[in-house]
């Protein structure tokens, strides 16, 4: 993408209403524009981010066996009444009239329509288990919106549902996802920490917050520090054996603020006590029967009518841009792991209009296009110090600068915008280094 | 994906309520739920077309050009006052109020916020041109929702706004944007014309829809025959050129009803004159300074101020499924175009528990995911005949069809949805024609 085809409007000034640096960040540069209250437009920039997420989660939903399928963003408030949800939500539930007087609501969660979906197609046992997610648009009524795309009122958000035919099969679907989340996090370049928590409106008893340490977090959290730098299990766990990788984790300490218990956590030996603050960034719920009984969500079994045990599991993919932006920033801007980053290369002209200068550059935006990179292409007529600003502010992974100097004698720069390093190396040679490198 | 651990819920019986084969079969190949009135569900079938189309869309908007972003689905009350028509706009607009009593809305299209954010973020003429769109959820509350997705209420439409410093560069941008829709519904495999039509409350002087004839279409349409199968003028036309793919079509007779003119429809040819019935697919408009005057979208120009003149373009992302099915169908239920179905490949095996036939099932479904074909493997227990009537409903272009006998000759059946044609060859023999299709 040449810079001048496309539309980057970036701010010069720190804006006043944002008080954490995720959201002075994704506003400086043009990621997303706030239309009403906790409510954003994504700009060009931003939007590319949250594909790339988009995309991560999707691929690590497909490798654990999940079924995408897309639910729509209104819903009837009688749905809600039949497992006794609507009148127990609350202000935060946007509550919607039509034309004909229907009481609808714009959908905070999706368990009763999942569990309605479910009830009206599958019948038998055989058909488990089963695992559907859908990523849709969701709006919850925020007294006090705030932290820009953190807590925002419309928001993304991905949530699968699980549907076991007992407890047992539930918990290995709640591994499943346990160990998803451990792999979707990872890949973004972030360290999740799965931590019990408060079960809330979704109800049920079982349930782990997965959490990114930051200072700007909402909620005070408290681990075992070897939980923070565990690895994940990585795509080739043997899928059907995934308890261990539930144990490994959960035998050490880990609550939020709500489930946090002093006693069990002095246990903790002195130096491995961890308290912090944490930004959430998936949670995951078992809650057997609590919508399948009142809702009728049964399937033939072998000896006759099950109810079935079912699992939420949500990620906020709106939220994660944020959460992203603040583990992994710096006094010059985001620094962007190279999974989600917007492009995977900003190409600096620092004279456009040299014809050396310019046929290089356009000989460097083909063969990285080629190669399947996505390229910026900063071909504006900007000074130098401004284009390395703007680049090192919106933080491309890599960026290959050209100049006439270096051209002359055949080198161009490449500078890792994570390290800062820059190395002056011959054109063909960074050429082939950036293209060689895996997609 | 293997059927058994898909999720393709499909009906036994047609659906009463059904008025049109659209309708009957997306609801038939489990494809589509309805959740209220005109609200639907996509189930994993159906998802997968929808995203297939997206994907369509998305390519052929880069190249004409276009920025994707993403606006939220609900807005403000007040800035649709800013542009006079928050009255206007009538019943079929949603209207919302949040716990704090503010006035929102659910966008039945976005003129108002993209001009919000256009006059927020450009200041320069030498900005332009520029063309912005998305792809969202909209909420149109029909008075009588019908036909399915083809009238829905909560359905998902591309709009794309243009940004010129004048008529003239704005009727090369809705130039643009008219190529790129023939592009698009031709690679659908879709013959779309575009016609005179009614600009209605978008606004303007100039507007065409494109339509896509077919008996249960809404409305009815006039036009010259040679259109309808007039070619696409494809990805390689001059993009700085585009007038006369403009007026080698608007110099045939093309009108909706609304814009219908029987003298000058008189003039066509008798046996050139076609009056039919249409499905809308695609509506575009330029409509200057309607929205920029009142809400001041202006630029600097060289000479001082400058009103930009815009233009708006939809597509109906979800109504375009029914447009497909009501275009490409047979008794035996839908047939896919290869460019939008939801898979390239039904792999069916005629006798799962067979060694011969689950090893050459095995064999032939690695190497078509490996050869990027996105395979359906049928490998439930069904009696053969039920496996084929649900494969022809469902509609993929390809069954591969693997039983003991051909087998046990070194041969299977290669069978083509849309011709019914079947050829028995043998296993390698298919296979490496399957894999060498071009994705």
């Given at each position: 993408?040449?810079?001048?085809?496309?539309?980057?409007p970036?701010?010069?000034?720190?804006?006043?209403?944002?008080?954490?640096?995720?959201?002075?960040?994704?506003?400086?540069c043009?990621?997303?524009?706030?239309?009403?209250?906790?409510?954003?437009?994504?700009?060009?920039?931003?939007?590319?981010?949250?594909?790339?997420?988009?995309?991560?989660?999707?691929?690590?939903?497909?490798?654990?066996?999940?079924?995408?399928?897309?639910?729509?963003?209104?819903?009837?408030?009688?749905?809600?009444?039949?497992?006794?949800?609507?009148e127990?939500?609350?202000?935060?539930?946007?509550?919607?009239?039509?034309?004909?007087?229907?009481?609808m609501?714009?959908?905070?969660?999706?368990?009763?329509?999942?569990?309605?979906?479910?009830r009206?197609?599958?019948k038998?046992y055989?058909?488990?288990?089963?695992?559907?997610?859908?990523?849709?648009?969701?709006?919850?009524?925020?007294?006090?919106?705030?932290?820009?795309?953190?807590?925002?009122?419309?928001?993304?958000?991905?949530?699968?549902?699980s549907?076991?035919?007992?407890?047992?099969?539930a918990?290995?679907?709640?591994?499943?996802?346990?160990?998803?989340?451990?792999?979707?996090?990872?890949?973004?370049?972030l360290?999740?920490?799965?931590?019990?928590?408060?079960?809330?409106?979704?109800?049920?008893?079982?349930?782990?917050?997965?959490?990114?340490?930051?200072?700007?977090?909402?909620?005070a959290?408290?681990c075992?520090?070897?939980?923070?730098?565990?690895?994940?299990?990585?795509?080739?766990?043997?899928?059907?054996?995934?308890?261990?990788?539930?144990?490994?984790?959960?035998?050490?300490?880990?609550?939020?603020?709500?489930?946090?218990?002093?006693?069990?956590?002095?246990?903790?030996?002195?130096?491995?006590?961890?308290?912090?603050?944490?930004?959430?960034?998936?949670?995951?719920?078992?809650?057997?029967?609590?919508?399948?009984?009142?809702m009728?969500?049964?399937?033939?079994?072998?000896d006759?009518?099950?109810?079935?045990?079912?699992?939420?599991?949500g990620?906020?993919v709106?939220?994660?841009?944020?959460?992203i932006?603040?583990?992994?920033?710096d006094?010059?801007?985001?620094?962007?792991?190279?999974?989600?980053?917007?492009?995977?290369v900003?190409?600096i002209n620092?004279?456009p209009?040299?014809?050396?200068?310019?046929?290089?550059?356009?000989?460097?935006?083909?063969?990285?296009?080629?190669?399947?990179?996505?390229v910026?292409?900063?071909?504006?007529?900007?000074?130098?110090?401004?284009?390395?600003?703007?680049?090192?502010?919106?933080?491309?992974?890599?960026?290959?600068?050209?100049?006439?100097?270096?051209?002359?004698?055949?080198?161009?720069?490449?500078?890792?915008?994570?390290?800062?390093?820059?190395?002056?190396?011959?054109?063909?040679?960074?050429?082939?280094?950036?293209?060689?490198?895996?997609?």
């Amino acid at each position: 993408m040449r810079l001048s085809r496309f539309f980057l409007p970036l701010l010069k000034e720190n804006p006043s209403e944002a008080q954490i640096v995720s959201h002075r960040l994704m506003l400086r540069c043009g990621m997303i524009r706030q239309e009403a209250a906790g409510i954003y437009a994504w700009l060009p920039l931003g939007f590319k981010v949250l594909k790339k997420i988009e995309k991560i989660v999707e691929e690590e939903m497909a490798r654990a066996g999940s079924i995408q399928l897309l639910m729509p963003t209104l819903q009837l408030a009688d749905l809600w009444r039949e497992s006794g949800r609507y009148e127990d939500y609350g202000q935060e539930m946007l509550r919607i009239k039509d034309r004909h007087e229907r009481e609808m609501l714009y959908g905070p969660t999706n368990e009763e329509m999942i569990t309605e979906i479910f009830r009206g197609t599958v019948k038998s046992y055989k058909d488990l288990p089963l695992n559907l997610y859908h990523i849709q648009w969701k709006f919850r009524d925020e007294q006090r919106p705030r932290f820009g795309v953190m807590r925002g009122r419309e928001f993304l958000m991905k949530d699968a549902y699980s549907f076991d035919v007992d407890e047992a099969a539930a918990r290995r679907s709640y591994n499943r996802m346990f160990t998803a989340y451990l792999n979707t996090f990872a890949r973004m370049g972030l360290k999740a920490v799965p931590m019990r928590a408060d079960t809330g409106p979704i109800g049920g008893d079982l349930s782990h917050e997965f959490i990114i340490l930051a200072d700007t977090g909402e909620s005070a959290v408290f681990c075992h520090k070897d939980l923070v730098d565990m690895p994940a299990p990585g795509p080739d766990v043997d899928w059907e054996n995934l308890q261990h990788v539930f144990d490994e984790r959960t035998s050490l300490y880990a609550a939020t603020e709500e489930m946090h218990n002093p006693d069990d956590f002095a246990k903790v030996p002195a130096d491995k006590q961890l308290s912090a603050r944490g930004i959430e960034v998936g949670h995951i719920f078992y809650f057997g029967e609590k919508y399948s009984k009142p809702m009728r969500a049964v399937v033939n079994g072998p000896d006759g009518e099950i109810t079935v045990h079912m699992g939420s599991y949500g990620i906020g993919v709106s939220r994660l841009l944020g959460a992203i932006i603040e583990a992994s920033h710096d006094d010059n801007g985001i620094i962007w792991p190279e999974s989600v980053a917007p492009f995977d290369v900003a190409l600096i002209n620092l004279r456009p209009g040299d014809e050396a200068c310019d046929a290089a550059c356009e000989k460097a935006y083909k063969a990285l296009n080629d190669a399947g990179r996505d390229v910026l292409y900063n071909d504006s007529d900007e000074r130098p110090g401004a284009k390395f600003a703007s680049m090192d502010l919106i933080g491309i992974p890599w960026q290959l600068i050209v100049g006439p100097k270096g051209l002359a004698e055949g080198n161009v720069e490449l500078k890792n915008r994570a390290t800062g390093e820059r190395q002056t190396a011959p054109f063909d040679d960074v050429l082939a280094q950036l293209t060689a490198k895996k997609v």
